[in-house]
């Protein structure tokens, strides 16, 4: 039994904080077992008192909206610390500048950076994630990526500690950053933009009615499952490997958008980890291509 399992937290987090809740319930997928805790925070204060309580050595997961998360079907061991609803703060601090904190989504973001004459912050709306999940990701769209627009990040560390570090201390890539310190949790970013005061509603509008007729919105999923390897797309190769509409168990290979795994009929993880490891292999047997995930996969199998 993990050290997480046998824990009895200090009271005065009790009522945010649940015992074996289903991540299933916090996943854009649908599917994953229980995490021992998960604890939904006050605000950032109240994560950084809260994790100074954590036992050293408790494995710790940051989630936002869950839309990049493969969580298994055994669930998660450890604490889960849910940013969204809590970290909502989003403020305009000068001209081109503003705060926003990890729990907000980026959807909103978009919306309110329009409102007040930035950008380029239109590609925000494509992302269905918190932007402590795009932090994480370096997630982008339409020819824009997070990190592009941070000036510094406000992190909390394993000891509760809360810290500001400039974007120059990352080193963000493709759907991958490299953080100069492993397991500090993003808590706010101050984000950069330029003054657009022809920006408006419906340029985001029309970014996603484009991404509503190529990808399969409204179904479950994780966006992308592959990363696209240099020079090619994830999707190209997995729909000339006529992997289109192939399915394993519950999940399907979205007919809309070859890099899409669908949860269609009941998936479990494990259907949607195999599917995922199918494609890999038949991908590579046909074209050497070795699929790396952008999907994050966590957690344990079932018994
Ligand atoms: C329909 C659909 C379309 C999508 N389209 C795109 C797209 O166009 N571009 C794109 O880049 N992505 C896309 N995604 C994937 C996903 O939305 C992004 O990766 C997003 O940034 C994840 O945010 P999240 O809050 O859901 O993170 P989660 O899925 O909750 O977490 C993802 C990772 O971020 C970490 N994380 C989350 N919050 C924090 C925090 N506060 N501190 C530290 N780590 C944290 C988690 O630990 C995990 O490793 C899509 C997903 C879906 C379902």
New binding site residues.
Partial sequence: MSAAATWAPAPEFSDRLRRNEPMSR????HVGGPADWYFEPRDRTDIAAFIGVVPAGTPL?????????LVRDGGLRGVV?A??GA?SRLERVSPTAVDVE??V??ARIARQCVKWGLGPAE?FA?????????????????GG??WTHVVDVD?VDRSGTIRTRAAAEYRATY?HVAAPVAD????AARLCFEPRPDASQDEIRDLLAR?KAS??????????VFTNPPGDHAARLIEAAGLKGYRLGGAEVSLKHAN?IVNEHGATAADLERLIAHVQQVVETRFGVRLAT???I?GEEAA
């Fill in positions: 916090h996943t854009s997928w997961h940051w989630v936002g909206l869950g839309s990049n998360l610390i940013t969204h970290l990890a729990g989504p980026c590609f494509g992302i269905p994630g918190t932007l402590g999940g795009a932090l994480a990701m370096n997630a982008g769209a339409f990526e997070t992190v759907r500090e949790g993003y808590l991404r990808q399969p919105i409204g179904d479950w999923s994780c966006g992308s899409f952008e999907v994050r966590l």
